[in-house]
């Protein structure tokens, strides 16, 4: 192997290793994204549930007071 053919592969070797490199912060990105929107849903799921929860407690006193008259 002559010196231009090894100057090559180190530059292809170097070319891959940065993009080995990107392709890993890309991917710790996207987890941290995807951990970000897990626990936005997670929170939402739960200010649903508390919402259904109050408009059930208010359906019951409608219910309750509409019985009552």
Request: a negative charge.
């Amino acid at each position: 192997m002559d010196d231009a053919e090894l100057q090559l592969l180190t530059r292809k070797l170097e070319q891959l290793i940065q993009r080995v490199e990107q392709l890993k912060a890309e991917n710790h990105r996207l987890h941290a994204n995807e951990q970000a929107w897990r626990e936005e849903r997670a929170h939402l799921i739960e200010k649903n549930e508390t919402a259904r929860l109050k408009v059930e407690a208010m359906i019951s006193r409608l219910k309750s007071l509409e019985q009552d008259t």
